[in-house]
T-cell receptor
Framework: AQSVTQLGSHVSVSEGALVLLRCNYSSSVPPYLFWYVQYPNQGLQLLLK??????LVKGINGFEAEFKKSETSFHLTKPSAHMSDAAEYFC??????????FGTGTRLKVLA | NAGVTQTPKFRILKIGQSMTLQCTQDMNHNYMYWYRQDPGMGLKLIYYSVGAGITDKGEVPNGYNVSRSTTEDFPLRLELAAPSQTSVYFCASSPLGNEQFFGPGTRLTVL
């Protein structure tokens, strides 16, 4: 069965510092992987997706993620945090079917 | 395009009442989904549909029902509301069952 683990339900970084949000998945076949962002009182918005093309995926707002099959990881990074990045971030996995499994989310706080 | 719209935005129900959460998308997507989001739990799939007239259960379907008579609409019905159904409900749609587009959510409280 598929599953997604996000390490750290809350992450705090200083403005201008590196953002690293961790996501590990378990899947018996190569998956599709996604990162979504949720701003307060809003729905989820796609940040980026991996669909078996390039292993380094660039998304919106300066975020990127690297698919590492050997580590079953798909960590989200951004070189320099901005106050507007404060939100909750969700990793999700799909085995190429139409159903996702979502992680439990990581709330990012950016300190001035 | 309005994308995915949901109504109402907020609702308070008494135990045992029923209601329908509305979801409409104007992107002609075949796939539609209902999730519930509880604090610290991520999103759980309630029901999904792969096209008009076709629906199926997700992870947490108990206490809910859906229908899909048109491509655009995918209402979620709560019968006999219970406090355990207090949650934020999100509808989403997808063109190919891949990237999903989410509505703004409905915040439901059952007292």
């Amino acid at each position: 069965a598929q599953s997604v683990t996000q390490l750290g339900s809350h992450v705090s970084v200083s403005e201008g510092a590196l953002v690293l949000l961790r996501c590990n998945y378990s899947s018996s076949v190569p998956p599709y992987l996604f990162w979504y962002v949720q701003y307060p009182n809003q729905g989820l918005q796609l940040l980026l997706k991996y669909t078996s093309a390039a292993t380094l995926v660039k998304g919106i707002n300066g975020f990127e993620a690297e698919f590492k099959k050997s580590e079953t990881s798909f960590h989200l990074t951004k070189p320099s945090a901005h106050m507007s990045d404060a939100a909750e971030y969700f990793c999700a996995v799909s085995k190429g079917t139409y159903k996702y499994i979502f992680g439990t989310g990581t709330r990012l706080k950016v300190l001035a | 395009n309005a994308g995915v719209t949901q109504t109402p935005k907020f609702r308070i129900l008494k135990i045992g009442q029923s209601m329908t959460l509305q979801c409409t998308q104007d992107m002609n997507h075949n796939y539609m989904y209902w999730y519930r989001q509880d604090p610290g739990m991520g999103l759980k799939l309630i029901y999904y549909s792969v096209g008009a007239g076709i629906t199926d259960k997700g992870e947490v379907p108990n206490g809910y029902n859906v229908s899909r008579s048109t491509t655009e609409d995918f209402p979620l019905r709560l019968e006999l509301a219970a406090p355990s159904q207090t949650s934020v409900y999100f509808c989403a749609s997808s063109p190919l069952g891949n990237e999903q587009f989410f509505g703004p959510g409905t915040r439901l409280t059952v007292l």
